[in-house]
């Protein structure tokens, strides 16, 4: 009850093209939903993050969407550049001073 | 923004020697400082929750006397590997919560640092 599953493992996309990664959780006393990009070698950063009462948050290029009744959110990447070239977590958080749940990892390669 | 180092980066130590690496919140104060290792091509997988002044809590299957956590004051956690052996070279993460504020949900993290046990 505790997993983020997360997909795909790798994801390949042209410069310019749009990536999505999905995730799926099960647990409904999440209700904060952060995903993190990591560079080689370095600490997750926090990229964007959202609470399960809105459906869909934007800063930038980037898009979470959220489906609370699938218990389902994704990241959008728009316009994707080879500097995104990173690896993605999604992770879930219950309310207040809760662990963080991670999910598996997605790692994108913007290709020129 | 918030700010999280680890020192050393990287470490290479000899099998049954002790390493410490630390923790800094630089210009915030953490009430909560979480623990993570990380193996290649993996997720980060939590180890401890250290909470400034009190014992830290460790997750299922990592054990407390390998893995020395102290939490001595709002902005520095350390972790200590005691008797390192080659199965504990791994890429160890921090992360700290903010005391106080809007964004209590979020975790800031280090830049990790590097074992690796000969």
């Known amino acids: 009850q505790q997993q983020v599953k997360q997909s795909p493992q790798s994801l390949i996309v042209q410069k310019g093209g749009i990536s999505i990664i999905n995730c799926a959780y099960e647990n409904t006393a999440f209700d904060y939903f952060p995903w993190y990009q990591q560079f080689p070698g370095k600490g997750p950063a926090l990229l964007i993050a959202?609470?399960?009462?809105?459906s869909e948050k934007k800063e930038g290029r980037f898009t979470i969407s959220f489906n609370k009744s699938a218990k389902q959110f994704s990241l959008h990447i728009m316009d994707s550049q080879p500097g995104d070239s990173a690896t993605y977590f999604c992770?879930?958080?219950?309310?207040?001073?809760?662990?963080?749940?991670f999910g598996t990892g997605t790692k994108l390669q913007v290709i020129p | 923004g918030a700010v999280v180092s680890q020192h050393p980066s990287w470490v290479i130590c000899k099998s049954g020697t002790s390493v410490k690496i630390e923790c800094r919140s630089l210009?915030?104060?953490?009430?909560?400082m979480f623990w993570y290792r990380q193996f290649p091509k993996q997720s980060l997988m939590l180890m401890a929750t250290s909470n400034e002044g009190s014992k830290a809590t460790y997750e299922q299957g990592v054990e407390k006397d390998k893995f020395l956590i102290n939490h001595a004051s709002l902005t520095l956690s350390t972790l200590t590997v005691t008797s390192a052996h080659p199965e504990d070279s791994s890429f160890y993460i921090c992360?700290?919560?903010?005391?106080?504020?809007?964004?209590?949900?979020?975790?800031?993290f280090g830049p990790g640092t590097r074992l690796t046990v000969l």
């Open positions: 992770a879930a958080q219950p309310g207040g001073y809760q662990k963080v749940t």
């Open positions: 992360s700290a919560r903010v005391l106080a504020g809007v964004l209590t949900n979020e975790q800031f």
């Open positions: 210009d915030f104060q953490a009430t909560t």
């Open positions: 959202i609470r399960p009462d809105v």
